[in-house]
């Protein structure tokens, strides 16, 4: 069974960064495509970003992508989210979850196979 653990979240002043961590443990993490995703009080989850298993390629949604970087490191089995210049808008529970068609990115949640239980973001004005 696969596991995911987030870790990294905390409370920070907007304009400041913030990286958060998915820990991986079982399954095949290397072949995975990597997700982030968030939520905030009163709103759906929505998509953050993403990696494919290589980490070649990413997406980010548009509100973030200049400011936010997914990355991974396969040999450690974890996934990055480096958040700069983050704003009270960013405050959320963000979650990790794992896919395990490593190839392709998704950002439908449904599409994903695991996921961890969240870490809170707050960022204060």
């Known amino acids: 069974q696969v596991q995911l653990v987030e870790s990294g979240g905390g409370l920070v002043q907007a304009g400041a960064s913030l990286r958060l961590s998915c820990a991986a443990s079982?399954?095949?993490?290397?072949?995975?495509?990597m997700g982030w995703f968030r939520q905030a009080p009163g709103k759906e989850r929505e998509f953050v970003a993403a990696i494919i298993s290589t980490g070649d390629f990413t997406k980010l949604t548009d509100s973030v992508k200049d400011r936010f970087v997914i990355s991974r490191d396969n040999a450690k089995n974890v996934v990055y989210l480096q958040m700069n210049n983050v704003k009270p808008e960013d405050t959320a529970v963000y979650y990790c979850a794992a896919r395990t068609i490593g190839g392709v990115i998704t950002p439908n949640w449904s599409r994903y196979h695991y996921y961890g239980r969240g870490t809170q973001v707050t960022v204060s004005s």
């Open positions: 079982g399954g095949s993490f290397s072949t995975y495509a």
